[in-house]
């Protein structure tokens, strides 16, 4: 970066280079570009064509540096010393860092985002809730030891499991959360909440199966529960099973002996003339 500064003949030579219409992009090295196809570079030793390997990506890398060595050389102070020496300074005590991850805080975000990013409460709410559910997911086992010696604030309650989902290959179920304790009753405006066509689509996340059986084991039983059906037949079943019975009774009552043989019509003159 001193360079860029202190040596302005060397970046002067790479505008130069990049701008001759005479050095092939695809080698770096002057030559028409006909002969360069036809009979190669004598620098680069080829007989036909040249190596676009060797002078592409370094002739990307200059175009780069130029751009950005342009846009710094606008501050009369850069480079700027201090954060050279700064960051070339070793430091012997480094500050220990806690980098354990907190309760994520759901009406602060809406908060903030609403005032100096102009997002509406209800777009914020849902894109922040899935952080929210997916922390309370990994850490549940210290929230339900919390639970049990104080109450719990700006959480939301799992209500019930709404379908089996597959999120980028992970096996995931799709929970709807409530707001059981109101915690976050009027953060979203009602006008806007009235507007939400789909209020389970809204307050339902895709989380992974293993974190949810984990966390919630009961929820996961009662879902499964329900999905068993229990096959009772239907009255048209029905109909139609009477209507077969029907037809196999009538089938057993037929008689499946010989047929009577019929009476000739000369056996019929007999018998009526000893009748007579």
Same mark, same amino acid.
């Given at each position: 970066m001193r360079q860029w500064r202190n040596q302005p003949s060397i970046f002067e030579e790479f #505008?130069?280079?990049?701008g001759d219409k005479n050095i092939r992009t695809s080698c770096g090295h002057s030559g028409r570009v006909q002969s360069h196809n036809k009979t190669g570079c004598k620098t680069c030793g080829t007989s036909s064509g040249c190596d676009f390997s060797k002078y592409k990506e370094e002739r990307l890398y200059i175009k780069n540096e130029i751009s950005v060595r342009s846009k710094a050389l606008q501050d009369p102070n850069f480079p700027n010393e201090e954060s050279i020496t700064e960051? *070339?300074?070793?430091?012997?005590?480094? $500050?220990?860092?806690? *980098?354990?991850?907190?309760?994520p805080d759901l009406v602060n975000f809406v908060k903030f985002t609403t005032k100096? *990013?102009?997002?509406? #409460?209800?777009?914020?709410?849902?894109?922040?809730?899935?952080i929210l559910t997916r922390w309370q997911l990994l850490n549940h086992s210290s929230l339900d030891v919390l639970e049990q010696t104080q109450k719990l604030?700006?959480?939301?309650?799992?209500?019930?499991?709404?379908?089996?989902?597959t999120l980028k290959g992970v096996p995931s179920y799709e929970i709807v959360w409530s707001d059981k304790d109101n915690f976050f009753k009027g953060l979203i405006p009602d006008s806007q909440l009235l507007e939400i066509k789909d209020m389970d689509k809204f307050c339902s996340t895709i989380e992974p199966q293993n974190l949810v059986e984990n966390a919630y084991p009961k929820l996961v039983e009662d879902f499964r529960i329900s999905k068993i059906k229990l096959k009772k037949?239907?009255?048209?079943?029905?109909?139609?099973?009477?209507?077969?019975?029907?037809?196999?009774?009538?089938?057993?009552?037929?008689? *499946?002996?010989?047929?009577?043989?019929?009476?000739?019509?000369? $056996?019929k003159k007999i018998n009526s003339e000893e009748t007579t």
């Open positions: #505008e130069r280079k990049l960051y *070339l300074t070793c430091k012997d005590e480094v $500050s220990s860092i806690n *980098l354990k991850r907190t309760q100096h *990013l102009g997002w509406e #409460e209800v777009y914020s709410f849902e894109k922040f809730s899935p604030r700006g959480f939301l309650c799992p209500e019930c499991i709404k379908r089996i989902r037949p239907t009255r048209r079943k029905n109909k139609k099973l009477n209507q077969i019975d029907e037809l196999n009774n009538s089938i057993k009552n037929i008689s *499946l002996g010989e047929p009577a043989a019929k009476k000739s019509k000369k $056996s």
